[in-house]
């Protein structure tokens, strides 16, 4: 099973800031990395998938980047709404597929 | 628009049963693979189960492997899981969600994701 590490497990950042959240694989995953956004009460929702492909609908604030084992999701302007929980996520060995722990970017 | 709505959740005994169903719309449901996903209360997300358009092939994590089953009607447009044995660490919020199976034409990212039901196992 590969495990995924996310750093930092809370991240402090000011409205207008960037913001930048990374996440390690235990091995390599390739680009088959997704990331997604959770705010409380509510669903996950997909931000990235294959390490830098926005969804769609998602604002170009948000960019993935990264590849093998190493990945980053930089946020280049923060919003008020984007304070969340976000995950990352890989898709390239399974069962099962696995996520990392989780960032909490707050205010 | 598509949507997922999940409905079945609840308090159940340990060691007792419970079915989770997930209705879909807005895709031909047939056509993609489903997984469902849970959240334990205050931790991250945990992949439990997915299963192919077809039906015919399903995958579970080892944590809930000969207890839970991952099933779908596709004439229902209709995922389900079916959940026996029940135990206090299975008490979590459940979401369906297309995708999870990173093969041919499917994805193995989740979009979307339905709003979640909550199974609650305790005496």
């Known amino acids: 099973e590969i495990v995924m590490t996310q750093s930092p497990a809370t991240l402090s950042v000011s409205p207008g800031e960037r913001a930048t959240l990374s996440c390690r694989a235990s091995?390599?995953?390739?680009?088959?990395l997704a990331w997604y956004q959770q705010k409380p009460g509510q669903a996950p929702r997909v931000l990235i998938y294959?390490?830098?492909t926005r969804a769609t609908g998602i604002p170009a604030r948000f960019s993935g980047s990264g590849s093998g084992t190493e990945f980053t999701l930089t946020i280049s302007s923060l919003q008020s709404e984007d304070f969340a929980v976000y995950y990352c996520q890989q898709y390239n060995n399974w069962p099962p597929v696995t996520f990392g722990q989780g960032t909490r970017l707050e205010i | 628009e598509v949507q997922l709505l999940e409905s079945g959740g609840g308090l159940v005994q340990p060691g007792g049963s419970l079915r989770l169903s997930c209705a879909a719309s807005?895709?031909?449901?047939?056509?993609?693979?489903m997984s469902w996903v849970r959240q334990a209360p205050g931790k991250g997300l945990e992949w439990v189960s997915a299963i192919s358009g077809s039906g015919g092939s399903t995958y579970y994590a080892d944590s809930v492997k000969g207890r839970l089953t991952i099933s779908r009607d596709n004439s229902k447009n209709t995922l389900y899981l079916q959940m026996n044995s029940l135990r206090a660490e299975d008490k979590a919020v459940y979401y369906c969600?297309?995708?999870?199976?990173?093969?041919?034409?499917?994805?193995?990212?989740?979009?979307?994701w339905g709003q979640g039901t909550l199974v609650t196992v305790s005496s």
């Open positions: 091995q390599s995953v390739s680009s088959n």
């Open positions: 807005g895709f031909t449901f047939s056509s993609y693979a």
């Open positions: 294959g390490a830098s």
């Open positions: 969600a297309k995708g999870g199976l990173h093969s041919g034409s499917y994805r193995g990212w989740f979009d979307p």
